[in-house]
């Protein structure tokens, strides 16, 4: 089946830094990626819509200028969370879409979890 | 508005069968979709329904009633490692997942 590989799975970064999570679909091309946030004991958070070749679609409520979303090929997409503070310690996930295919179904990456100290 | 609804938390015993209901709202509707989460990890899939019926996938089945906005998720012969949230997500006419909060399934021995 596709392969959607996210990394790092664990960071741990300072106050004030920025960090980037990079997620590849491996045997795929996937002309839509979907960034997500998960909170302990919460359901999954769509954060942000991120289309190959344009800007994302961010949901209600999540800053663009904070989560910097980069899709410039059909494999990658990439998060930067810049400026992290403690409050951004969270688990990303991204899922990818296989391009031409109508199902729908979504491939998950193994998720990021991000520690501000 | 857009809504899914599920049980918070299911316990079951090993060997058994445990059914988890999910009842559904979307604008428009491409689908229902099960997923599997083991803690700290990501969500696994597991099934995906868009016409009525069964599907049967080894010890996982699912089944959709777009009439009534409502799927289920069948496990059978449970075993201890099935122990995980599952969460019930539909796709809305825009092919975005709405989910729902998950049901913790746990497995005793």
């Known amino acids: 089946g596709a392969v959607v590989s996210q990394h790092p799975s664990r960071v741990i970064c300072k106050s004030g830094t920025s960090v980037k999570i990079e997620c590849r679909s491996l045997?795929?091309?996937?002309?839509?990626m979907f960034w997500y946030r998960q909170f302990p004991k919460q359901s999954l958070m769509l954060m942000a819509t991120?289309?190959?070749?344009?800007?994302?679609?961010?949901e209600q409520g999540v800053e663009k200028d904070k989560f910097l979303i980069n899709h410039a090929s059909l494999t990658l997409s990439t998060l930067t969370v810049t400026s992290a503070h403690p409050e951004d310690s969270s688990f990303y996930i991204c899922?990818?879409?296989?391009?031409?295919?109508?199902?729908?179904?979504?491939?998950f990456g193994e998720g990021s979890r991000l520690t501000v100290l | 508005g857009q809504n899914i609804d599920q049980p918070t938390e299911m316990t079951a015993t090993e060997g058994a069968i445990v059914q988890i209901n999910c009842t559904y709202q979307?604008?428009?509707?491409?689908?229902l979709f099960w997923y599997q989460q083991h803690a700290g990890e990501a969500p696994t899939f597991l099934s995906y329904?868009?016409l009525d019926g069964l599907e049967e996938k080894g010890r996982f089945s699912s089944f959709l009633s777009r009439s009534k906005g409502y799927s289920y998720l069948l496990l059978k012969e449970l075993q201890m490692k099935d122990s995980a949230s599952y969460l019930c997500?539909?796709?809305?006419?825009?092919?975005?997942?709405?989910w729902g909060a998950g049901t913790k399934l746990i497995i005793k021995p």
């Open positions: 899922s990818a879409r296989e391009a031409g295919v109508d199902t729908g179904e979504l491939f």
């Open positions: 329904n868009v």
């Open positions: 045997d795929f091309q996937a002309t839509t």
């Open positions: 979307t604008s428009g509707f491409n689908g």
């Open positions: 997500a539909g796709m809305d006419s825009n092919y975005q997942l709405i």
């Open positions: 991120s289309n190959e070749g344009s800007k994302a679609t961010y």
